[in-house]
């Protein structure tokens, strides 16, 4: 029973070492430094499949694809502000004013657009087909 153990224990160590090696030096720093949230990353890929297709492989691997390279080139904070002023700017008067007006919130917006626009071109994410019904 003990040699089981011992063996699973090996296997499983060595299966994380050769995944650590496949990603490469340079992955496993980046996702780390600019400190993403799964939450953040689960709720880019699900938003980002609903609008590109739907809940398939064909979507999720460009979908997850993209946020890695957002999460690349955008820190985390800087990616947290720009999604809020993107998702508030729309309500009304002066209470959407305070996230559409400053000068921060036009600047992290076209910046992440920016970035998910190279992101997409990047890992090749096809827009949603146009039902014709």
Request: aromatic share 10%.
């Amino acid at each position: 029973m003990f040699k089981f153990k011992l063996a699973n224990r090996s296997i499983a160590l060595f299966s994380q070492t050769l995944l650590l090696i496949g990603c490469g030096e340079s992955a496993i720093p980046q996702l780390v430094e600019n400190g993403y949230p799964t939450q953040a990353r689960v709720e880019y890929v699900m938003q980002c499949m609903q609008k590109n297709g739907g809940q398939t492989y064909d979507t999720l691997y460009p979908c997850v694809c993209s946020i890695d390279k957002i999460a690349a080139q955008m820190p985390y904070a800087d990616y947290a502000e720009a999604v809020t002023f993107s998702y508030m700017r729309g309500a009304p008067g002066e209470a959407g004013g305070v996230f559409r007006d400053p000068p921060r919130s036009k600047q992290l917006r076209s910046q992440l657009k920016e970035v998910e626009a190279l992101a997409k071109k990047g890992c090749f994410v096809k827009p949603k087909p146009v039902d014709p019904s």
